[in-house]
C-alpha cells in the first residue's frame, strides 16, 4: 500500500526528479519526462512508465496491484494501484521508470555514487 505522498519523496531520491502535472494531474517528470502520473480518470491508479516487457510481465504475473486500460494498449505504461501495490516492489519500478526518462548525465551521476 502507498499514497502519492510516498510515490513523491520515494521518486525525489534520484536524481533530477521533479513535481509537475501532465494531463492537469499531479506528475513526476525527470530532464522534463513524465515519468508518473496520478490518473484522475475512473479507473484511478498511478500511470507509470515502464519497458514493454515489464508491462507484459507484470499483467501476465496476475497480480491485482497491476492492470491496463485499452487507452494505454501499445504504451509502455503500466496502471499501478497504489492501495494494492508492495512497497518495495514500487520504489524498484519508480527507479526503473527514472532510468528510462532521465537524461543519461543524471544516470551515470547516479550510478558513480
Do not use: N
Amino acid at each position: 500500500m502507498a499514497t502519492w505522498d510516498e510515490v513523491v519523496a520515494t521518486a525525489k531520491e534520484l536524481p533530477g526528479v521533479e513535481e509537475s502535472t501532465s494531463y492537469k494531474t499531479p506528475s513526476l517528470k525527470a530532464g522534463g519526462k513524465v515519468l508518473a502520473r496520478l490518473r484522475t480518470e475512473a479507473e484511478g491508479g498511478l500511470a507509470l512508465v515502464c519497458a514493454m516487457e515489464e508491462k507484459e510481465a507484470l499483467l501476465a504475473s496476475g497480480d491485482p496491484a497491476f492492470f491496463t486500460t485499452s487507452h494505454y494498449d501499445g504504451y509502455g505504461y503500466i496502471l499501478v494501484d497504489l492501495d494494492k501495490v508492495d512497497g518495495a516492489q514500487l520504489r524498484e519500478l519508480i527507479e526503473e521508470a527514472w532510468r528510462i526518462k532521465a537524461p543519461a548525465k543524471l544516470r551515470k551521476e547516479f550510478d558513480a555514487r
